[in-house]
Nanobody
């Protein structure tokens, strides 16, 4: 499976962006999908995940209420809508796909090793 992330850019604090991640080369609906991010000088961290059907989602506490993950299995695309952006959201955002079961523990869900495929990343810069 190949993943292509897009939609990053520069915005002011309080602004919004929508990231997209287009999948190809596999059966998209088999995978639960996630977004991770890595800020300069920091470790990669989990942001959000969505189940294969799209009926279930999980979020990091830092983005709950501001970010929304969704997917369109007919378009083989997963999205991350980011509202009320803060300077601390500045990072390279990566999409990832896992062929495993959605019903993992939280510890497993947030581990990068759980995911089989990764996109190339898209940069989000939020200025104050």
């Amino acid at each position: 499976v190949q993943l292509q992330a897009s939609g990053g850019g520069s915005v002011q604090a309080g602004g919004s962006l929508r990231l997209s991640c287009a999948a190809s080369g596999g059966t998209f609906s088999r995978y639960f999908m996630a977004w991770f991010r890595q800020a300069p000088g920091k470790e990669r961290e989990f942001v959000a995940a969505i189940s294969q059907s799209g009926d279930n989602t999980r979020y990091a506490d830092s983005v709950k209420g501001r970010f929304t993950i969704s997917r369109d299995n007919t378009e083989n695309t997963v999205y991350l809508r980011m509202n009320n952006l803060k300077p601390e959201d500045t990072a390279v955002y990566y999409c990832a796909a896992s062929a495993g079961s959605w019903w993992l523990s939280t510890n497993s869900m947030i581990r990068g090793g759980t995911y089989n495929y990764w996109g190339q990343g898209t940069l989000v810069t939020v200025s104050s």
